[in-house]
């Protein structure tokens, strides 16, 4: 027998139902869906009803579980499309380095940085590194992320990280999207960068398939870490083996990781920093996502993407904290819409379909969450002011009820 929850007394839904059919492109407040006094169904946890109270049919009436959200409004439960959960220890001293005027290359070039991670999460066992990532996964469901992706990326050898992708699948109870980074930094015990991209393709990639630890490879395209025509050929390999692709692209230089990304069709081109006209126009033709990092700029004190260029042309644009324990040492995702908001200057609309539906299609996930409608998981989060609050304020989450699969995760 279904399991079915009727969920009432909701001030208002932010379905984001107009954001999806524009597929997450140009987006104005209209599109955020807006249902006032709602009721929602859910039946196994996926939403087989949505509309205002007073519409539900009769037959819903007869539902045992009646869950009353006091008034609060619901939106889709955040998706954070880019981060790198799994590590070991911290690169504070780097930190204060990096204010101190020493490049993050430069850092990188002295055996810090990647590699300084690689070797703490190399040594970590995996129970420890178990702990450490599910505090942290806590802490971002806290703030209403029912959807996580996480990287590897910090342990560069076969042992270390199918350790890191067997620790992602012990993480919940959200939906954790693992994502094989292998291609993050030349590990030392390799020369040359082909000569450790050979070693991915026919050593770790199968394994990876073989024990389904993750569907999706990112690369790390930039000066001194992996070329854009190395890293084009791996890439289509990569794809030919049955794996999504996306991008870590024009970060700290131009170095061609978005048109890779647009060429070969990736889900996302993450950073973009230092794109141009020509890249801006080729990505809001394309079907990748450009998933957006605030913070990191933020934290290497940088420049901030071209977000309403991006947006004005017609890209769709997502967000994300891309916590790591180098650039972007943070989980707060108010940080990042407030980075937004006043650096990009993006709407608050556009800002909250980027943290929803957009960033499903970052994940490739957009026809089972990222909007609240019939048939997607009833992934979603109650805030008691109104949703004009959100991306406010830092250091404050607005999430007074977190819901993943119709369940209660947090209060
Ligand atoms: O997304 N750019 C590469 N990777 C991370 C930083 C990794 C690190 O410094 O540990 C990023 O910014
Ligand atoms: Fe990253």
């Not at 891309?322 to 800002?351: H, Y």
């Amino acid at each position: 027998m279904k399991k079915t929850v009727l969920f009432k007394n909701i001030r208002m839904i932010l379905t984001l139902s107009g954001v999806r059919k524009k597929g997450g492109r140009h987006v104005t407040e209209e599109d955020l869906g807006i249902i006032q006094n709602a009721a929602l169904v859910a039946e196994d946890g996926i939403i087989s009803w949505i509309g205002p109270r007073k519409s539900l049919p009769k037959t819903y009436l007869k539902i045992k579980k009646i869950i009353d959200l006091k008034k609060q409004t619901l939106l889709p439960g955040f998706v954070e499309c880019h981060t790198h959960t799994v590590f070991s220890g911290s690169r504070a001293e780097e930190f204060e380095l990096r204010n101190q005027g020493v490049s993050y290359q430069e850092i990188a070039a002295r055996g810090g940085g990647i590699l300084s991670t690689m070797k703490n999460t190399r040594e970590s066992s995996a129970r420890e590194l178990q702990n450490l990532s599910q505090a942290r996964v806590n802490r971002f469901l806290r703030q209403g992320v029912t959807t996580l992706e996480m990287k590897t990326g910090y342990a560069l050898d076969f042992e270390h990280e199918l350790k890191c992708l067997k620790v992602m699948k012990t993480l919940g109870p959200i939906r954790i999207v693992p994502t094989y980074l292998g291609a993050h930094a030349l590990p030392p015990e390799f020369k040359s960068t082909q000569g450790y991209l050979d070693f991915i393709l026919k050593k770790v990639l199968p394994e990876i398939k073989k024990k389904k630890l993750a569907k999706r490879v990112d690369i790390f395209i930039e000066k001194s870490f992996f070329d854009a025509t190395l890293a084009k050929k791996y890439l289509s390999t990569v794809k030919d083996l049955g794996f999504d692709i996306v991008i870590h692209a024009d970060q700290l230089s131009l170095s061609g990781g978005a048109d890779v990304a647009t060429e070969l069709q990736a889900l996302s081109a993450d950073h973009l920093i230092q794109i141009q006209d020509s890249e801006i126009k080729k990505l809001a033709k394309s079907k990748t996502t450009c998933v957006l990092l605030p913070a990191a700029d933020l934290y290497m004190d940088c420049a901030y993407p071209p977000a309403r260029k991006l947006l004005e042309a017609g890209a769709r644009v997502a967000l994300a904290t891309d916590f790591n324990p180098g650039s972007s040492p943070t989980q707060d995702l108010n940080l990042v819409g407030l980075l937004a908001r006043i650096k990009m200057k993006m709407t608050l609309p556009e800002v909250i379909a980027a943290y929803t539906f957009n960033a499903a299609c970052a994940l490739g996930l957009e026809n089972e969450i990222g909007s609240l409608e019939v048939g997607k998981s009833a992934d979603f989060m109650g805030i008691k002011g109104n949703w004009q609050e959100l991306f406010y304020s830092i250091g404050v989450s607005q999430a007074s009820s977190v819901y993943f699969s119709g369940q209660q995760i947090s209060e």
